[in-house]
């Protein structure tokens, strides 16, 4: 049994326990509970993602079975459902209106997916949704750049995927659209900034000065006395890369995996390729 299996399992042996009255209670409230366009909510108004969009969004974060989504103000769980219906994710969907998470509930049910798909009626800034790979929202800006400083802390490589708002100056990895909407994608990136000590298998040690805005990154290298810019400095969740030239005028690439405060990686040129690790000072 993988982790995903375990962990709803878990959860799911809790809510639907035989003859339980709660849940028999709140299944029957969400039957006959009708929402309305519209309607307010403990901080924005419920309006579903269209379907069409629905799927763009799963499609631009690359939504396998592998993947546990999250989705923040899950109102009716039509983008939990769709993630696990289509494509065999297990999802779980926080919704804060106790009558509209019931009734997200039934349709989970109704679209026979409710050992794949978990709705909880909670609040998204007391609920824990650190264990997602993928996240979605359908929330306001101010909401969105509140939930920032949770969102960055979260596993680097997370996608992060919002209908129509954005993240303030956090610039948005890749957009899509529709006749109607729009939404966009952020993948959490590692936290690189800082001083590194690099040391090669073979050659001499290097530091690397690094700055960072959010997935935006560029720096200084020093070798002995001498310092120079890194080149094309890139990172994409936890894969650091920028390019250096030596005192012998070659072109060095280093492509490194950053673990925390340590990187382990290689430094290739002239078709050598020396492996090296990385320590933030």
Known sequence: MNLFQQFFCTCLGTLLLVGSPAWAQAVTNGST??????????????????????????????VTA????????????????????????????????????????????????QDKVRIVQGDIFQTDFSQATVLTLYLLPEINYQLRPT???????????????????WEPDAVTQTVRARAMMWVVPANVAGLWSFKPGHGAPFEVRLQQIFQRVGGVMRTGN?????????????????QYVAADQSIHTVKATVQGDHMLGQDISLGQTVDFTAQRR
């Open 33 to 62: 509970y009708k929402p309305t366009l519209g309607q307010m909510g403990k901080d924005v108004m419920w309006l579903p993602t269209p379907n069409e969009l629905v799927d763009k969004m799963l499609d631009m974060a690359k």
């Open 66 to 113: 592998q993947d546990l989504l999250y989705d923040l103000g899950a109102g009716d769980g039509v983008i939990a459902i769709t993630a696990a219906k289509k494509l065999g994710a297990q999802a779980v969907g926080i919704e804060y209106n106790p009558k509209l998470a019931a009734y997200a509930q039934t349709k989970v049910i109704e679209a026979g997916v």
């Open 151 to 169: 969102i960055l802390k979260m596993k680097p490589g997370t996608r992060v995927v919002s209908h129509d708002f954005d993240m303030v100056e």
């Open 226 to 242: 001498q310092e120079q810019a890194l080149v094309g400095a890139q990172l994409q969740a936890d894969r650091l890369s920028f």
